[in-house]
């Protein structure tokens, strides 16, 4: 089934740009379709973007312009490039494993914090 | 965007005892509708797929149904493991979750 390890995050200033990774073990991030879900503090999950096999993206419209997600197929990592960070944007980001439309393999998930 | 209401928000049972958590969507999702466990600290777990189907090592008195609009999530016998936050998760269209049922003693 495989393993997602997750690293990056941490606190940046408003309008402020932060990379994720998401490094893979046991799949191949290529052949695979992948996302990024988020959970504001005491709130629930919200999808952020899929990028899938065939390299085609997707986002959520708060992010469209400002969020990117991308893939080295060397390392096997996923990754979520966030510029232009906005205080709503304060989550704990998962990455995530979609297979026949069901996220099936989760990353632990990294705090970003957008504050002043 | 597909919404998903989950109901009840809070549901306080004991050990042993059956819980039905529903989930109703905006608009039909056929079968595309799926069910994640998760505690405090911790990623989301899959439980359900396609509205029934178990996902691997899942213990079976956790079960799915329903079709379209309407959907159910049951747990026979809960343990003390089993008290958490569940959410349902669409895929129709872009994924949108529910905003969850906290399972409490």
């Known amino acids: 089934e495989g393993q997602l390890v997750q690293s990056g995050g941490g606190l940046i200033q408003p309008g402020g740009s932060l990379r994720l990774s998401c490094a893979a073990y046991g799949f191949s991030v290529t052949n695979s379709f992948m996302g990024w879900v988020r959970q504001a503090p005491e709130k629930g999950l919200e999808w952020v973007g899929d990028?899938?096999?065939?390299?085609?993206?997707y986002y959520i419209e708060s992010v469209k312009g400002r969020f990117t997600i991308s893939r080295d197929n060397s390392k096997n990592t996923l990754f979520l490039q966030m510029s232009n960070l906005r205080v709503e944007d304060t989550a704990v980001y998962f990455c995530a494993k979609e297979t026949t439309w069901h996220y099936d393999v989760w990353g632990q998930g990294t705090a970003v914090i957008v504050s002043s | 965007e597909i919404v998903l209401t989950q109901s009840p928000a809070t549901l306080s049972l004991s050990p042993g005892e059956r819980a039905t958590l529903s989930c109703r969507a905006g608009?039909?999702?056929?079968?595309?509708l799926n069910w994640y466990q998760q505690k405090p600290g911790q990623a989301p777990r899959l439980l359900i797929y396609e509205a029934f189907k178990r996902a691997t090592g899942v213990p079976s008195r956790f079960s799915g149904r329903g079709s379209g609009t309407d959907f159910t999530l049951i747990i026979t016998s809960l343990e003390p493991e089993d008290f958490a936050l569940y959410y349902c998760q669409q895929r129709t269209s872009w994924p949108t979750f529910g905003q969850g049922t906290k399972l409490e003693i």
């Open positions: 608009r039909s999702v056929t079968r595309y």
């Open positions: 990028l899938y096999n065939n390299g085609d993206t």
